[in-house]
């Protein structure tokens, strides 16, 4: 079993429409839970992170933790071509530390 | 401020060979990062370095690959000899410190190996 699970899609949705990334993960220890954006032949840059339980809203983004069933969520509202790319959650034990755990990532695709 | 550097963007060579690849964090960053990213997978974090000294390189094929971060600024990771499997991209990235702060990657070095 992978340490963290996401489902690769595609996916592809209209433009406006909201959006929904899932990630499960199996490490109690994971208190960091980042989402990174990931354009074609590019790095990935940091999206969003936040910490143990609970949401983060960021503009038309927010990241949703459950620890206790160990789910994660990123939520587009209002989704743009711009948002067109590859999304990975990943996971640590600190931030910014150390070895990131990362999910297989999802690409995701906004039809104007 | 400029992002982190790396080169070449693509390499392609055959089995066996010897490859080397080359990062320049962002200045200042004392923390680097190589990880492999298999298409159609996640990142795997290879070796982490702080300043020059290597802080984690336990997913690093040692059979194969080394890294080197000479006066903890520039750093270079050499795959020999090079296996189908290692047909990767290779991203570096760094941060301010380890903990509590963000990494940030580079564009990354496509590799195939035929």
């Known amino acids: 079993q992978k340490e963290v699970e996401q489902d690769p899609g595609p996916l592809s949705v209209p433009e406006g429409a909201i959006v929904s990334l899932n990630c499960t993960y199996s490490n109690s220890a994971f208190q960091y839970f980042m989402w990174y954006r990931q354009y074609s032949r590019k790095g990935p840059e940091l999206l969003m992170y936040t910490y143990s339980s609970g949401n983060k809203e960021d503009g038309r983004f927010t990241a949703q933790v459950d620890k206790s069933s160990k789910y994660i969520s990123l939520f587009i509202r209002d989704s743009q071509p711009s948002d067109s790319a590859t999304y990975l959650c990943?996971?640590?034990?600190?931030?910014?530390?150390?070895?990131?755990?990362f999910g297989t990532g999802t690409r995701l695709t906004i039809i104007p | 401020e400029a992002g982190v550097a790396q080169s070449p963007r693509y390499k392609i060579i055959e089995k066996r060979q010897s490859v080397a690849f080359w990062c320049n964090p962002i200045s200042g960053h004392a923390t680097l990062y190589w990880y492999q990213q298999i298409l159609g997978q996640g990142p795997k974090l290879l070796i982490q370095f702080q300043n020059n000294g290597v802080v984690d390189d336990s997913q690093l094929p040692k059979d194969r690959f080394s890294a080197e971060r000479l006066k903890g600024v520039d750093s270079t990771l050499k795959i020999q000899p090079a296996k189908l499997e290692d047909s990767a991209v290779y991203l570096c990235?760094?941060?301010?410190?380890?903990?509590?702060?963000?990494?940030?990657f580079g564009q990354g070095t496509r590799l195939t190996v035929v």
């Open positions: 990235a760094s941060s301010k410190r380890t903990g509590n702060t963000e990494a940030f």
């Open positions: 990943a996971t640590a034990e600190d931030f910014g530390n150390e070895k990131l755990t």
